[in-house]
């Protein structure tokens, strides 16, 4: 039974890794921000021992030596999945509200593992397509993306505004650990995955909608009426299931050629009008709150839109991605029960 430590374990993405790993028996330490969060997930598995699912508190990862004591563990780790980064944009200092959390909270867990956990074969780190992506070509229906893709954002440009910040702090971070593993060799491999918006149905344990997950909220606000007048436009047109991608985190685990390997994540493409029609055509009873069928707004770009890659992580990873309707309609059933 490979015992693994799962970083943010309240987290969107990680609700789902944790529930594959938990299926398929392998022991887990999640770190959370606090006993209250702990609380809430270990009620989630109450026939669970404490040898399966235990916590680690980890208040602040940008911390000097934040997970210092998470990472010492008997029986020893075999592996990390490194999933906590901020993803919001309720920010008023980019340097410390996004780029210190992203860049300090990866670095500083691979110094640890070096430190504290010499039995870690395997990191695995949740990256983002925001560090592939060139957000200063715009659709650039001429390229296609993989995973030899670099963001060439600047630090300058990184304060320039929330949503640069945010990509630059997924880019220094993912450079950052790359760079970690060249010049230090440290005892394990590296595998990072890079995932676009990540929708589908919310398992973590939320007490309120008001700590829905950035990439969901969207899907949110329409089935809540705020966009009646006009389909919002998007801001990134490629997406995955967040079961797909938490499975792809298990599958690095578990395979072999994963290692030290980058992989571009993505099931395809959408649009917010599409979100519209799909739950227009499966979901009756709220129709009344979408907005009109000849709404403006939430189309792909006119000239087109560049294309992605993702071959690698079907070919060794294995993953067959789930239909945009299929995500849709369960993110959409799993946020009812919060309008009920």
């Known amino acids: 039974m490979m ?27 999640t770190t959370v921000r606090s006993t209250a969060k702990a609380d809430q997930i270990r009620a989630a598995y109450p026939t669970v021992g404490t040898d399966r699912l235990d916590f680690a508190i980890v208040e602040d990862i940008a911390q000097e030596d934040a997970f210092d004591d998470a990472l010492v563990s008997t029986p020893p780790f075999e592996a990390v999945i490194h999933t906590a980064s901020p993803f919001h944009f309720n920010v008023t200092d980019v340097q410390r509200d996004l780029l210190d959390p992203a860049i300090k909270g990866t670095t500083g867990i691979l110094k640890s593992i070096v430190k504290k956990a010499p039995t870690v074969k395997k990191v695995i780190i949740t990256s983002s397509f925001a560090s592939v992506v060139n957000p200063f070509k715009g ?7 993989t995973e030899k893709d ?5 630090l300058d440009q990184a304060s320039e505004n929330v949503a640069n910040g945010y990509r630059a702090s997924k880019t220094f971070a993912e450079k950052a650990a790359w760079r970690f593993l060249k010049q230090e060799k440290p005892h394990f491999s590296l595998t990072t995955l890079c995932p676009p918006q990540v929708l589908g149905p919310v398992i973590s344990h939320l007490s ?11 899907i949110c606000d329409l089935i809540q009426g705020k966009f009646k007048d006009k389909v919002p436009e998007n801001a990134t047109f ?5 079961r797909d991608l938490a ?7 578990e395979t072999p050629e994963a290692a030290d390997q980058r992989f571009l994540v993505t099931a395809g493409y959408f649009c917010n009008r599409e979100l519209v029609d799909i739950v227009r055509e499966h979901h009756d009873q709220i129709r009344n709150q979408l907005p009109a069928e000849d709404s403006a707004g939430g189309g792909y ?17 294995g993953i067959t991605f789930k239909k945009l309707p299929d995500t849709v309609m369960d993110t959409v059933n799993s946020l009812q029960r919060f309008l009920s």
Request: hydrophobic content about 40%; some cysteine; aromatic content about 10%.
């Open 3 to 29: 015992r693994v430590l799962l970083t943010g374990g309240s987290g969107f993405i990680a609700a789902h890794v944790l529930d594959y790993l938990i299926q398929q028996g392998y022991s887990v330490v």
């Open 139 to 145: 659709p650039w229906p001429e390229h296609t993306y």
């Open 150 to 154: 670099w963001n060439p954002i600047t």
């Open 208 to 218: 309120s909608l008001d700590s829905l997950n950035t990439s969901n909220q969207v």
């Open 238 to 242: 490629t997406w995955v299931d967040v």
């Open 247 to 253: 499975l792809c985190h298990v599958r690095a685990l």
């Open 301 to 317: 770009p006119k000239g087109g839109i560049y294309q992605v890659d993702s071959s690698k992580v079907v070919k060794i990873l």
